[in-house]
């Protein structure tokens, strides 16, 4: 098969980036650039004399079209240009910011050299991506943002800048068919359908490489189609079979590879000299592979060279490699920026990479070889072998290109059709849905179910039809987990929701996260603690538990690493790869940071843990945010800590635990964009003028960009705390800032209870917890909006008069606003029959009465009288929830919600009920069945338990949510009484984070 275009190259000055060299060729459509481009954009583009068919084409209906525009090509054929053209109308014509945004940092990287030079003419670019941070103040003085789609989204979600983005002339999107990629093509699907649903209409020029379905997605963006099927130069491409084992070993498949790909190499580089003109002759012909895997990459490269590469160092395979005229290129690789330079000079012949080199690089080959039908773990995308094949016969380097995709024989013809019909860009929001909708809420787009639903009809999804979405059941979902609110059928996000919205995290994760910090212990050291979070984050967050590394390469290095923490923390991360990864890296990080330097095993890149490292402090912020937006008590303090040290473990010296709180007073002092420049030396002087917190940093160092009013705020912004006197429950104490939330855990010898408030001025009300003794133990945590943090701990003497409180008054007023419930579940002959029936329909019916419900939150704990451990919380709820339902003979199982509004319940909606409280105060909460009845089941301590039952016999259960319980199941029991006088603060090891705090 191939794609033939005019063998002719585009025009333009070949630098940068671009895909276009200068040359005049007769009869092909070619104008000159100055009857095109007006005199006033001249000057930003005077580098081009030229405009080649496709531009003359797309340039004059981006100057003129007030609509959206989509431009379709293929690679190589200069619509960077027609970016370029749309950017320039929108800041000079007409006086309006514009944004590129692109898909990658490489791609970034290179559209801003490019746009750089329009700097001296008085045009203020900015560069976003994942590597750089900006303030908003920068931000809003540039007149260009080059910026990858999830650093404008994050940039988006800034309240700060809101005013700036609503005045935005044009939106440039590259590579906008990847609205169909798995990973990222969500966001930038929800993106798209944002700046469409807005009233002051942002104008979209969409730029795409070949798609098949152009016409339906210009459609859905409401764009005109500017479609072309020139390219400078030909392509030609062609499957090659090869004999897969139908069984045997990793090493047999490899093989069968390496036994058709390296004699098409050789033959293509030696032959690839003597069949073209007498230039080609002398430069010889280029190639590049592509590799799924960085293993494959070095294997194929070691075979192409005729060296060895078992059992060697990498960087022994790299430098045999170059010797022999072959290059090794991925992220890490040594060497590889040296690779690449060399192969675009010419001075190597054979370049073998992963797919990172695929999108934006431009590079000399006149061959492709695709080798792998997988990138990592992710199976190839016709979308990718399309950019792959584009680097074949690159404008002024080749005059054509071929590409050749290895593929088993027996799936020839199934890619012979995929290629031939080519990449279809498919609608990604569904999976993402819940996501895309709270980001609306949080930017205020949407602040009804009419508002979702007119968002909805403008995304791709809706277009294609073929995404089949539950818009309600998804609100439903979000209103019911706690991270939006609905009041007279009015949404909004909650704390919870804002949150996590402003912090990109997806809330599958963020949901997971909150589970699982329900469910920790109370750790009894620093170490612990650290470890305790760290595993709970790493293994909660999908981002980082389903991390991509190869695990038989990593595990024995990543076990080392690992070593010295709790095999029970260790062991919760068992079925987590990824997560143990991350682990393995703030370990690296924290605590043997030397080692970071050291030569790692064969097979092991270190900087792979320092990616990692980078990708943990923004799930541990979410945390260390919890502390103000939520009753937190430890997490939120050492998640703080633990975000900022792992930001910063490169500094010197080393930041130690604790020292977070004096890196977020320092963050303060420097805009983002210079604390990569700055923080270093700012921390060396704070530190050797003995600083450890931010207390005693009265005077604005020098070299600072905050100014001395923002600096006395600051001031007046860290944490401090000290606890006064309890009189009878109340708790007096002192805090140092207005803004804050105190939370505090109140212990006697068998018993506990939280409590929390964001008054800094009345005292707070405690719970009175179980037990006898005659002495209460305090742990204080004080969280402040800005995100500092403090601790207390005291012990006070408990009040004679102070009696446990009554569950039921808190609860009764709760109940009083709850809103009626889901459906329930009948049966003819009544409840007995229900839960005799077909085991899959009742698990379908029974899972949304009892799944987490934030608005039955409150009310639970409020039954638990407040009680903070898990075992004395199951029992608290179970003895109040029967206290406060009458009992009764229904036949129908009614919701949760509607048994508490109703005051009476029978057996089986107690046991349901009872699940649904459990599970909103983020427990593991399910239904067995004994005797044919139900029973509410809880983990507690990592056993699954019967949480409260009355017709089961103790220890004989059959699973029904979840599917797997064991078969014997034993009742929550009280905790064993210890002696009397034991109480003491838990965390008397928190001052190790807080230094300086008081």
Excluded at 88 to 94: A, D, G, K, W, Y
Excluded at 258 to 263: G, H, I, Q
Excluded at 351 to 369: E, R, W, Y
Excluded at 685 to 713: H, K, L, S
Aim: aromatic share 6%.
């Amino acid at each position: 098969m191939s794609v033939a275009g005019a063998p002719a190259r585009s025009a333009g000055e070949l630098d940068a980036g671009e895909d276009v060299e200068r040359e005049n060729v007769a009869g092909e459509g070619w104008v000159p650039a100055a009857t095109l481009i007006p005199p006033s954009l001249r000057q930003y583009m005077a580098r081009f004399e030229q405009l080649n068919p496709l531009q003359a084409q797309a340039v004059p209906k981006v100057l003129a079209t007030h609509g959206h525009i989509m431009v379709v090509a293929p690679t190589s054929s200069g619509k960077t240009l027609i970016g370029e053209i749309a950017a320039l109308r929108s800041i000079v014509t007409e006086g309006k910011p514009a944004v590129w945004l692109l898909p990658a940092r490489a791609l970034a990287a290179e559209i801003a050299a490019i746009t750089r030079r329009w700097r001296a003419l008085g045009i203020a670019t900015i560069e976003l991506t994942g590597e750089t941070n900006m303030s908003s103040e920068a931000v809003r003085q540039a007149q260009l943002w080059v910026a990858t789609t999830e650093k404008f989204e994050a940039l988006y979600r800034r309240a700060s800048l809101k005013e700036f983005i609503d005045r935005i002339g044009c939106l440039i999107i590259d590579e906008v068919h990847l609205v169909g990629d798995a990973t990222r093509g969500a966001t930038l699907e929800s993106l798209i359908a944002r700046v469409r649903a807005a009233a002051a209409r942002t104008r979209i020029v969409a730029l795409s490489a070949t798609v098949s379905n152009a016409r339906e997605l210009a459609a859905w963006i409401d764009a005109e189609l500017v479609r072309s099927s020139w390219r400078p130069t030909s392509l030609t491409t062609e499957l090659v079979p090869f004999d897969a084992p139908a069984r045997g070993t990793r090493e047999a498949a490899e093989s069968a590879k390496d036994a058709v790909l390296l004699p098409l190499l050789r033959g293509l580089v030696s032959s690839g000299a003597d069949a073209e003109s007498p230039h080609d002759a002398e430069r010889g012909a280029s190639a590049v592979v592509f590799c799924g895997s960085k293993a494959a990459v070095v294997r194929t490269a070691a075979g192409a060279a005729g060296v060895p590469f078992r059992g060697l160092a990498l960087e022994t395979v790299v430098e045999s490699c170059f010797r022999r005229g072959v290059g090794i290129h991925f992220r890490d690789a040594p060497g590889a920026a040296r690779a690449l330079e060399a192969f675009r000079a010419r001075r190597l012949r054979v370049l073998v990479a992963t797919s990172g080199l695929s999108t934006g690089v431009n590079t000399p080959a006149k061959f492709v070889i695709i080798r792998d039908l997988a990138l990592g773990m992710t199976p190839l995308e016709v979308s990718q072998a399309q950019q792959m094949f584009g680097r074949a016969g690159r404008a002024g380097h080749e005059a054509e290109g071929f590409g050749y995709l290895l593929v088993p024989r027996d799936e020839h013809d199934v890619w012979a059709a995929k290629l031939g019909q080519g990449y279809e860009a498919r609608s990604r929001v569904g999976a993402r849905l819940g996501d895309a909708i709270l980001a609306e809420m949080f930017l205020g787009s949407i602040t009804d179910r009419a508002g979702a639903r007119a968002w909805f009809e403008q995304t791709l999804a809706f277009a294609q039809r073929r995404t089949a979405v539950d818009l309600e059941a998804t609100v439903d979902e979000l209103v019911r987990r706690g991270f939006a609110s609905e009041t007279d059928g009015v949404l909004a996000v909650t704390e919870l929701g804002a949150l996590t919205s402003r912090l990109m995290l997806d809330v599958a994760s963020a949901g997971e996260m909150l589970r699982t910090l329900a469910e920790l212990p109370h750790p009894t050291s620093a170490n612990e603690a650290e470890e305790l979070l760290l595993q709970a984050v790493a293994v909660s967050a999908r981002g980082l538990r389903e991390r991509p590394v190869n695990e038989r390469a990593y595990a024995g290095f990543v076990d080392q690493l690992l070593a010295g923490w709790s095999p029970l923390v260790v062991a919760r991360a068992s079925e987590w790869f990824g997560a143990r990864v991350c682990m393995a890296a703030a370990q690296l990080a924290l605590r043997m940071p030397d080692r970071a330097h050291e030569q790692p095993p064969l097979g092991v890149s270190m900087a792979e843990f320092g990616r990692a490292a980078e990708d943990v402090p923004r799930y541990l912020a979410w945390v260390a945010a919890l502390g103000y937006v939520d009753a937190s008590a430890w997490a939120p303090a050492v998640a703080g800590d633990l975000a900022r040290r792992l930001t910063w473990w490169q500094l010197t010296p080393r930041p130690e635990r604790g020292s977070g709180r004096l890196l977020w007073m320092l963050e303060r002092m420097v805009e983002p964009q210079h604390q990569r420049a700055r923080m270093p030396d700012l921390w060396r002087r704070a530190r050797m003028a003995g600083f450890a917190a931010p207390e005693g940093i009265d005077a604005r160092p020098r070299g600072v960009d905050i100014t001395p009013q923002a600096f006395t705020e600051l001031v007046g912004a860290r944490a401090g705390l000290t606890l006064g006197p309890l009189v009878d429950l109340d708790l007096h104490f002192g805090a140092a800032v207005s803004h804050a939330r105190v939370t505090v855990v109140a212990r006697t010898d068998t018993g506990q209870t939280i409590a929390t408030s964001r008054s800094m001025r009345a005292p707070l009300s405690l719970a009175r917890p179980s037990g006898r003794g005659e002495r209460l133990a305090l742990d204080a945590f004080l969280y402040t909006r800005d995100g500092d943090f403090a601790y207390a701990g005291a012990m006070a003497a408990l009040p004679e008069r102070a009696v446990r409180a009554d569950p039921f008054d808190d609860a009764s007023a709760l109940i009083e606003a709850l809103p009626a419930g889901p459906t329930g579940l009948a049966h003819p002959r009544g409840v007995r029959r229900l839960f005799q029936g077909e085991r899959r329909r009742l698990r379908h019916g029974l899972g949304p009465l009892i799944e987490r419900d934030a608005r039955l939150a409150p009310i639970a704990a409020a039954l638990a009288g407040h009680d903070a451990t898990p075992a004395a919380t199951v029992l608290a709820v179970t003895r109040s929830l029967r206290a406060l339902l009458r009992h009764a003979d229904r036949a129908e199982l009614r919701s949760p919600r509607d048994v508490l509004r109703s005051g009476e319940a029978s057996e089986a909606e107690v046991q349901i009920a009872l699940a649904a409280l459990l599970a909103s105060l983020e427990m593991d909460a399910g239904v067995a069945i004994s005797e044919g009845h139900p029973v509410a089941v809880v983990r507690v301590n990592e056993r699954w338990m019967l949480a409260g039952p009355r017709h089961a016999r103790p220890g004989v259960a059959e699973a029904l949510l979840p599917e797997s319980l064991p078969r014997r199941i034993e009742p929550v029991a009280a905790a064993e009484t210890p002696a009397v006088g034991s109480a003491a603060p838990q965390f008397a090891w928190m001052p190790e984070f807080t230094a300086g705090a008081s």
